[in-house]
């Protein structure tokens, strides 16, 4: 008994191998690096939130200020008049900086889908550098310190940095099909991670000189790799005259092995997969609109999902050094080098949860069951001694089954939604459906961050872990209907296939 097209497992690896060029490689190479210098200059801001905050505040209150530092410099910089009044700025920032990148995310992923992307990645990475340049480095060398200053800075690189997780997504997209997408975009969904080792390794090197050296570092760096991207990275194979994805895709191993995953399980088996850019230049789809791109099964509910998760990743993100620091008294630096074990692991759990989605071919379950362990892991990790590997170890399995579904839903998951047969007739529509879930996710973390810093000033840090457990439970229940739905699938296909023996 032959078994229908969308239910014979090919190897994943087959149609990636096959069509896999050197100019693949490039495009993964500059996309993964960009993205995680956007992250890497991101990561600065927290691992220096104590130096800030030293600065911010009279050294009679603060015994980290440096006791040489002249008293009239030291007073012209005091914006606050104790430590907790600094941590609670600190974390408005941080939300100030979620909301404005939510809001550009929404915006950046249509601007994406109907602009050259290679132009607005590398206009977001040079002028967020530039931006991030004056926030941190140029202000402590001029002694400017204004609050509504730092504000307007951070407002303004929120809505330049959201141009990049939609643009590198979208040409990923374009490069790399169906086959292996789990495991290709678990893989690089890791530059997210990447870019917070970078953060945090550039920044405890020049910490020691003064934070202000930790942001001139990484904005220099971000800003380089913008020109690279400018002038090196293809948007899509046909750049080069190499066919794009659906287009020479003949045999019926490879259509099913380029089927998306939230396709429509009831389309005919001859159906051909489709790139995000159309094939006929002479008739060009339109652009899915924003509305209907909502209205793609799927997509509210890990967007949703994606909130109440980012909320938590992010959590971790702007808040762990800090956390380490305060709660146990390690020195900054010491904390900043512990931080990576977190993302280390989510770079792992990415990697690992899709490529077991990919064998299994669905997302949903292997997300269930990741986020369930996150939950104990979270428990665990709130209850850790004051040591220093118990803590990297705890904090490693930590990342990797909170980190590793948070990668899958913004890339491989996202590639997903983008690609559905319902978009087959309007195409350019997965930068946008990127930035709907990434920018309803950044709405989660921008308020996650001022309820943290809220939390753990009122209550302390035990009920900030309560909250993070909560979250992580709520997106499990976002992630129930699609739990469902997909295996019962995987229960009819192995029905199907006992059937066939």
Partial sequence: MALPGSLRRQPASRGLVSH??????????????SYSLLHASRKTFSNVKVSISSQWTPSCLNSTAPELRPYELWNSSRLFPNAEEATLFLGTLDTIFLFSYAMGLFVSGIVGDRLNLRWVLSFGMCSSALVVFFFGT?????????????????????????T?????VAVMGNWFGKAGRGFVFGLWSACASVGNILGAFLASCVLKYGYEYAFLVT????????????FGLLTSPKEVGLPELGADEDD??????NRPLMGNDDADDDDRNY?????????????????????????VLYSLAYACLKLVNYSFFFWLPFYLSNNFGWKEAEADQLSIWYDVGGIIGGTIQGLISDVLQKRAPVLATSLLFAVGSLF?????PNSKPINAVIMAF???????????????????????DLVKGSSEALATVTGIVDGTGSVGAAVGQYLVSLIQENLGWMWVFYFFILMTSSTILFISPLIVREIKLLLHERRLRMLAE
């Fill in 20 to 33: 896999c060029t050197h100019h693949h490689i490039v495009v993964f190479l500059l996309t993964f690096f």
């Fill in 138 to 162: 140029l202000t402590e060398w001029l002694h400017f310190y204004n609050k509504w200053f730092y504000c307007c800075l951070w407002v303004v690189n929120g809505l330049l940095q959201s």
């Fill in 164 to 168: 990049g997780w939609p643009c590198v």
């Fill in 219 to 230: 904005a220099s760096v971000q800003f380089a790799g913008g020109v690279i991207v400018f």
């Fill in 252 to 257: 019926s191993v490879e259509e099913d092995a």
């Fill in 275 to 299: 790139s995000i850019q159309a094939t006929d230049t002479d008739n060009q789809p339109k652009a899915i609109g924003f509305f209907q791109a909502c209205c793609l099964p799927g997509v």
């Fill in 380 to 384: 665990g990790y709130s209850r850790s």
């Fill in 398 to 420: 930590t990342g990797f089954f909170i980190g590793g579904p948070s990668n899958m839903i913004s890339s491989a998951i996202s590639a997903d939604l983008g690609r559905q």
